[in-house]
């Protein structure tokens, strides 16, 4: 499984940016839960937006209301649409994906990730 993410750089506080990720798997069939998390510096990696393979999502307190995850019908290419930025929301973000049907925040239970891509909000 190959996780490629785009669609990040830097913003103004108060701005909009979205992110994309794109599931290349050699079985096609299987079903996959995917999510976002990101990591500022000095930080430890945390859970921004999950999505599992019957469509629940589940965010993050800090973004809820103002991040939306979704897919396209495939549910091979993730998104991330992030509104009203915030300078802490500087970090790292990472497409993740998983088998498994039941799923949280915890990294452990992620079995695939993208290399990450940057994502800056200037205040």
């Known amino acids: 499984v190959r996780l490629v993410e785009s669609g990040g750089g830097s913003v103004q506080a108060g701005g909009s940016l979205r992110l994309s990720c794109v599931l290349e798997?050699?079985?096609?069939?299987?079903?996959?839960?995917m999510g976002w998390f990101r990591q500022a510096p000095g930080k430890v990696t945390e859970g921004v937006a999950i999505?599992?393979?019957?469509?629940?999502?589940t965010y993050a307190e800090s973004v809820q209301g103002r991040f939306d995850i979704s897919q396209d019908n495939t549910k091979k290419s993730l998104y991330l649409q992030m509104n009203s930025l915030k300078s802490e929301d500087t970090a790292m973000y990472y497409c993740?994906?998983?088998?498994?049907?039941?799923?949280?925040?915890?990294?452990?239970?992620?079995?695939?990730w993208g290399e990450g891509i940057q994502v800056t909000v200037s205040s």
């Open positions: 999505i599992d393979v019957d469509g629940r999502t």
């Open positions: 798997a050699r079985y096609p069939r299987t079903r996959y839960s």
């Open positions: 993740a994906a998983t088998p498994r049907f039941v799923v949280t925040f915890r990294t452990d239970e992620w079995m695939y």
